[in-house]
């Protein structure tokens, strides 16, 4: 097959320009390309901390605003007792907190870790259901991480150490001295698996 014609009259320049054109043209959709790339992404990182902040609003994880606020309340803190329980619903997941008891202060972070093994030799799929006793203080535990806040899948013979970190509200009855954290893993059935879950509980 014949290449282009070039006009004998352009000379050895103009011929070597005309040739040039059509490499120059794509040359310049690639790097038109590769700004509107480099544009996306400036983009993408400038609204990343909105994204992640909605993100953490609508699913309650660090919530550090709330935990701030809290603790910055006029009412004074007060010492509390706080137990830890797990239980697992015919899972085989062995699933225990690592500390059963702790001293604390409304007001104040408090960090503990809970610890599963999937004793199986199949995966397991789990949603961890909280309760609390007495049962109204539930509503004065503010989560700002925790493994129920969504299903947890564990490999046969996992081990995996979870946490969970919350405030006491300052404004926990006065009545209330000992506080329990009760969590129940249940199995979660392959055909239902939804990522991420809501806890059953009130984070406000």
Known sequence: MAGPTVNPDLGPIGAAVAHSLPRGASNRRIVAGLLAVMIGSLLFVAAQPRLYKAFCEWTGLYDIDRAEQIAASSIPSRPVTLEFDANSHDNGLRFRPEITSLAARTGE????????????????????????????????????????????????????????????????????????????????????????????????
């Open 109 to 204: 972070i408090v960090h503990v870790t809970y610890r599963v093994e999937n004793t199986r030799d199949t995966t397991v799929i789990g949603q961890a259901v909280p309760s609390y006793g007495p049962q109204h203080a539930g509503g004065y535990v503010k989560k700002l991480d925790c493994f129920c806040f969504k299903q947890q899948t564990f490999a046969p013979h996992e081990v995996r150490e979870m946490p969970v970190v919350f405030v006491l509200d300052k404004q926990l009855p006065d009545d209330v001295n000992t506080v329990t954290l009760s969590y129940t893993f249940f199995e979660v059935p392959a055909g239902s698996v939804t990522s991420p879950a809501k806890p059953a509980e009130n984070r406000t």
